[in-house]
């Protein structure tokens, strides 16, 4: 069974950092690709950044670039999202969405969360002002 777990939600400052994890199992790690999206109150879900584990492509959303930074363990079948100087329209409930890189490239999966096959539950970043 196809598990993603995400992790690492908080209360922070405008400003201020966190780090979001995504335990991943039952699936071949190496061979997929991991995102994460975000959905705040009354807001479509978006793609945040995402990552193929085996090429180690990433995308990121334009609201992310040179803030957030995906990266991801594959001997801890784990990833990761840095968030830095986060702003207040950061606040969301983060996921973590995985489907096989075959299926979806880390850009698809970005524009695309439509078709991401396996979801897990979310994280909520409230940043304050």
């Known amino acids: 069974e196809v598990q993603l777990q995400a992790s690492g939600g908080g209360l922070v400052q405008a400003g201020g950092s966190l780090r979001l994890s995504c335990a991943a199992s039952?699936?071949?790690?190496?061979?997929?690709?991991i995102g994460w999206f975000r959905q705040a109150p009354g807001k479509e879900r978006e793609g945040v950044s995402c990552?193929?584990?085996?090429?180690?492509?990433?995308w990121y959303a334009d609201s992310a670039k040179g803030r957030f930074t995906i990266s991801s363990d594959n001997a801890k079948t784990m990833v990761y999202l840095q968030m830095n100087n986060l702003k207040p329209e950061d606040t969301a409930v983060y996921y973590c969405?995985?489907?096989?890189?075959?299926?979806?490239?880390?850009?698809?999966?970005?524009?695309?969360?439509?078709?991401?096959?396996?979801w897990g539950k979310g994280t909520l970043v409230t940043v304050s002002s």
């Open positions: 990552i193929s584990n085996r090429r180690g492509r990433t």
């Open positions: 039952g699936f071949s790690f190496d061979d997929y690709t």
């Open positions: 969405a995985g489907s096989p890189s075959t299926y979806l490239s880390a850009l698809t999966m970005g524009i695309m969360p439509s078709a991401v096959l396996n």
